[in-house]
């Protein structure tokens, strides 16, 4: 992934932990508007933000069906 550059580290960091509270709750106009103010404080475009948040998802799906059961 290329370099990225967060103008406003407070922002980024509210708005990332207010996107996870929102999927948690299933919210997608919640989450997706804490993308755009994601996109808004660093370099990173809403395409990028969406696949690191695939990216976690996956690799956590990974590690958990390691520690409880292995593969299938």
Do not use: C, P
């Amino acid at each position: 992934m290329k370099e990225v550059r967060i103008y406003d580290q407070e922002k980024y960091d509210w708005a990332l932990d207010s996107a996870l509270k929102a999927l948690s709750r299933e919210d997608k106009k919640v989450f997706m508007n804490r993308i755009w103010d994601m996109s808004v404080v660093s370099n990173i475009s809403k395409t990028d933000i969406l696949y690191m948040f695939a990216q976690s998802a996956y690799s956590t799906s990974l590690i958990s069906s390691f520690i409880f059961g292995g593969h299938k």
